[in-house]
């Protein structure tokens, strides 16, 4: 099962976790069980293109991004980054 980063209290083993993220994405990005989890919206996309240039630099390639708003979803799929949109707002979740 997925663990949280306290270590303490598992993760839900459903097919869509709390924030929208698929547990097929989770599965695909861990190494070792580990993934890396940061989001933003597009107000922030150079934070986001910043964090997985340096993530990629660094040899990691087990990290995601959370776009919280459409628009910096669809940059961060062109740009062939691990996202997926979680809405903010209230709004609806995809993965």
Do not use: C
Request: aromatic share 8%; no cysteine.
């Amino acid at each position: 099962s997925l663990v949280s980063n306290s270590g303490s209290s598992p993760v839900t083993t459903q097919a869509k976790l709390s924030s929208g993220i698929s547990k097929a994405m989770v599965q695909r990005v861990a190494i070792d069980k580990a993934i890396i989890v940061t989001w933003a919206n597009a107000h922030y996309v150079d934070f986001a293109r910043n964090f997985a240039r340096h993530m990629k630099e660094l040899g990691l390639t087990n990290f995601v991004i959370g776009a919280m708003d459409q628009e910096l979803h669809d940059i961060l799929t062109k740009e062939g980054v691990n996202t997926w949109f979680m809405g903010s707002k209230g709004g609806p979740k995809h993965s």
